[in-house]
């Protein structure tokens, strides 16, 4: 058996780009940054950045294009594929993450804006979401908060 599975959450490091193929078909293109953050061998705390590029097919890669933008959180579930072309004599190639499902990172804004995915509703459906958030209490965004000392891999039991 094989696997060929990415999960990644990153930041949109440019606008995706929309694009159409020959039989109608909509195809957008983005890239993510990912961020990890590790310990040197002289125990110096380093932070890394990757990056990767993503595409993405059908109605999900006009709703990408319409309310994704630069610095927008983003979860990618997909696999990888490398291609290949020849360009000026030299071949190239490009590995990608062939999106399956996009969900949409926390909007950064005011009070009630949630994580999850949003899609093409209309402005009523918006407009009735900001109701119900103002009858609500705030709520405030759950955050992950990270230790200041360095796990111990020897600590962890298993």
């Given at each position: 058996m094989y696997i060929?599975?990415?999960?990644l959450y990153g930041n949109l490091t440019r606008?995706?780009?929309l694009r159409s193929l020959p039989s109608g078909i909509q195809v957008a293109s983005f890239s993510i940054a990912t961020n990890r953050v590790f310990n040197d061998k002289d125990g110096k705390r380093q932070e890394q950045a990757d990056y990767h590029n993503i595409v993405v097919f059908g109605k999900q890669a006009d709703t990408v294009s319409r309310y994704m933008k630069k610095g927008s959180?983003?979860?990618?579930?997909?696999?990888?594929q490398t291609r290949s072309w020849e360009q000026d004599g030299q071949k190239k190639y490009r590995t990608e993450v062939i999106a399956d499902r996009?969900?949409?990172g926390p909007r950064g804004g005011g009070?009630?804006?949630?994580?999850?995915?949003?899609?093409?509703?209309?402005?009523?459906?918006s407009q009735s979401t900001q109701a119900l958030a103002s009858n609500n209490a705030p709520q405030?965004?759950?955050?992950?908060?990270y230790p200041e000392e360095d796990i111990n891999p020897d600590d962890i039991p298993f």
């Open positions: 060929n599975k990415a999960l606008d995706p780009e959180g983003v979860f990618v579930e997909g696999r990888m996009i969900q949409f009070a009630g804006d949630g994580g999850g995915s949003y899609g093409g509703g209309s402005q009523s459906q405030k965004a759950d955050s992950i908060e």
